[in-house]
């Protein structure tokens, strides 16, 4: 079974600061894994996706995220936080083998908040 | 191109009455999604379809849940009777190429508010 772990339920950060919303995962075989972001009264938006390759993903507005196999996490990243980034922070996981017919499973979600 | 277009945004009903949430996906997009996000249990998935014909329906509540996509272009999701603690916001979203991790587009959203 597919799962995803958000183990932080909010993250405080001053403005300029970096920022880092933590994701781990478990599937079988190798996975599949996204950001979104979803901010007040909106959809949920992509922000970056890792598939293979460079284990650094770079995304939109500014995001990052650092693929680490051995300790299955897929932490989201940004160098200096602005206070427009506040927002709730989904992580979510698909396994490659089981791409076919597994649809994504979506983390609780992690409220940032960034504080001028 | 316009994105996931979901109607209504917003719906008040009362309790036993029946209610039709509705989703537009993406052209192209052969994968459509419907979840249900609450402040208790995050982002459910419901049911998805795959080429108009549902695929996995097991994160579907209860019978008084049932969800169609008679075309490409359109989905339906209905509540029959409506209860409160169906009061949610519900989410269509669709996506291509899932082989290959395409992701997910979603819609705004309707917020639904059962009395």
């Known amino acids: 079974a597919q799962s995803v772990a958000q183990p932080e339920d909010q993250v405080n950060v001053a403005e300029g600061n970096p920022l880092t919303v933590k994701c781990t995962y478990s599937?079988?075989?190798?996975?599949?894994l996204f950001w979104y972001v979803q901010y007040p009264n909106r959809g949920l938006q992509f922000l970056l996706k890792?598939?293979?390759?460079?284990?650094l993903v770079k995304g939109s507005y500014g995001f990052e995220a650092e693929f680490n196999k051995s300790q299955t996490s897929f932490h989201l990243k940004k160098p200096s936080a602005l206070v427009s980034d506040s927002a709730l922070y989904f992580c979510?996981?698909?396994?490659?083998?089981?791409?076919?017919?597994?649809?994504?499973?979506f983390g609780k979600g992690t409220r940032l908040s960034v504080i001028a | 191109d316009a994105g996931v277009i979901q109607s209504p945004r917003h719906e008040v009903t009362e309790m036993g009455q029946e209610v039709t949430l509705r989703c537009k996906p993406i052209?192209?997009?052969?994968?459509l999604f419907w979840y249900r996000q609450t402040m208790m249990r995050g982002l459910e998935l419901l049911i998805y379809?795959?080429?108009?014909?549902?695929?996995?329906d097991s994160g579907m509540p209860e019978d008084r849940f049932s969800a169609k996509m008679p075309n490409a272009s359109f989905s339906t999701l209905k509540i029959q009777p409506s209860e409160p603690r169906d009061s949610a916001v519900y989410f269509c979203?669709?996506?291509?190429?899932?082989?290959?991790?395409?992701?997910?587009?979603f819609g705004e959203g309707s917020r639904l508010t059962v009395l």
């Open positions: 979203a669709s996506s291509k190429d899932r082989v290959y991790g395409g992701e997910l587009f």
């Open positions: 599937v079988s075989g190798n996975p599949y």
């Open positions: 890792y598939i293979t390759g460079d284990n």
């Open positions: 979510a996981v698909r396994g490659r083998r089981n791409s076919g017919n597994t649809p994504l499973v």
């Open positions: 052209s192209g997009h052969d994968y």
């Open positions: 379809f795959n080429n108009n014909v549902p695929i996995d």
